[in-house]
């Protein structure tokens, strides 16, 4: 279980076009889901928390004009990338913190990936 | 400040050997620490999760340690595999208060296992 998928998984897109990710959590209920970028050989870096029926938070630095997430059901958010540009091209993740999960662990299941090359 | 470091940034070893990568944190407060796998192009899978009374747990050819007074954690894997090739990532869970949940990631140990 916890499955977490992504569509697409590649785009390739005009430089001052828009830009729409999914984030679908499968086989479980999400109350809150993170978007992630990653650079070459760099670590994952949180760009938004999105909860469910509620504004994203963004982090410190993030465009949330240019990176707009909606998070509309409990295994859906979306990221749409707006007036995409050339340095938007990246890999972005998302993950999904499980609904109802008590413990310790508080874990948060990724998602495989969406690459974004802007031209 | 938050960090989490993992040495060697890459490594190189002979399929069938075993190795160990390391991870160093200061994240405080603690909630546990997790090792991932990720492939070149896909999203990390985790392979274990640790809080703070753990010192050790496997899954299957991958056991991880942590000290959490050192503030350490290794991932020990054994009898490697090609598909073993890839970035092994150390992340660690603040424990409460305004970073509760939130994910500190290392940048992670490429691994290439060669034939």
């Known amino acids: 279980g916890a499955v977490v998928s992504q569509h697409p998984s590649w785009v390739i897109c005009k430089s001052g076009t828009s830009v729409k990710i999914e984030c679908r959590s499968l086989d479980f209920q999400a109350t809150t889901m993170f978007w992630y970028r990653q650079f070459p050989k760099q670590s994952l870096m949180l760009m938004a928390t999105s909860n469910e029926g509620s504004k994203a938070t963004y982090e410190q630095g993030v465009e949330k004009d240019k990176f707009l997430i909606n998070h509309a059901s409990l295994t859906l958010s979306t990221l749409t990338v707006t007036s995409a540009h050339p340095e938007d091209s990246s890999f972005y993740i998302c993950?999904?913190?499980?609904?109802?999960?008590?413990?310790?662990?508080?874990?948060?299941?990724f998602g495989p990936g969406t690459r974004l090359t802007v031209l | 400040k938050n960090q989490v470091e993992q040495s060697p940034q890459s490594l190189i070893i002979l399929e069938g050997k075993n190795c160990t990568l390391q991870?160093?944190?200061?994240?405080?407060?603690?909630?546990?620490l997790r090792w991932y796998k990720q492939d070149t192009g896909r999203g990390p899978v985790s392979l274990t999760i640790m809080t703070f009374s753990e010192n050790t747990k496997s899954n299957g050819r991958y056991t991880a340690t942590l000290d959490a007074d050192t503030k350490q954690s290794s991932l020990h894997i054994t009898a490697s595999q090609l598909s073993d090739s890839a970035s092994y990532i150390c992340?660690?869970?603040?424990?409460?208060?305004?970073?509760?949940?939130?994910?500190?990631f290392g940048r992670g140990t490429q691994l290439t296992v060669w034939p």
């Open positions: 993950s999904a913190r499980k609904l109802g999960l008590a413990g310790a662990y508080n874990e948060q299941f």
């Open positions: 991870c160093n944190y200061t994240v405080s407060p603690f909630s546990n």
């Open positions: 992340v660690v869970s603040a424990g409460r208060g305004s970073t509760l949940g939130r994910l500190y």
